[in-house]
């Protein structure tokens, strides 16, 4: 089988490189961005699409909940998690569609690997 796929996008360079390193470690191939908009001009350049999105949400350029709504109008059911400093209260307000999963920073490394796993084998 081989590696899934995520696109990772995350403007703080410390936790983009944290992520980053876990990720690989448990054997996904990781792209990592620091702005929204670089992360959908990637994913739009993709023939074979990733296979999970995990984002910040306070991002340059094209924050996390229109780079979530511009990939889920092309591809409904992308799977896409938001990490995020913000109240979850803030997220629902902010936006009119819907993240699989979003983590509050901080956030346990663990809880996010099994979310991961979770959504990829549904």
């Known amino acids: 089988m081989s590696e899934k796929k995520i696109i990772l996008v995350e403007d703080d360079f410390l936790i983009q490189k ?3 390193k876990h990720l690989s470690k448990i054997g996904f191939e990781v792209c ?3 702005n929204g908009l670089e992360a959908y ?4 350049s993709l023939k074979e699409k990733p296979d999970l999105m995990i ?7 094209l924050d996390g909940t229109e780079l979530m709504s511009k990939i ?10 938001a990490i995020t400093a913000m ?3 803030q997220i629902a307000y902010k936006s009119n ?3 699989d999963r979003i983590f509050q920073k ?4 663990s809880d996010l690997e099994d979310a991961i796993q979770e959504i990829l084998i549904s």
């Open 97 to 99: 569609e819907r993240f």
């Open 106 to 109: 901080p956030f346990n490394l």
């Open 18 to 20: 944290i992520l980053a």
């Open 55 to 61: 984002t910040d949400i306070m991002l340059p350029h």
């Open 87 to 89: 109240e979850t209260h």
């Open 72 to 81: 889920k109008m092309e591809k409904k059911e992308f799977p896409i998690i």
């Open 32 to 34: 990592s961005f620091d």
């Open 41 to 44: 001009n990637f994913f739009n």
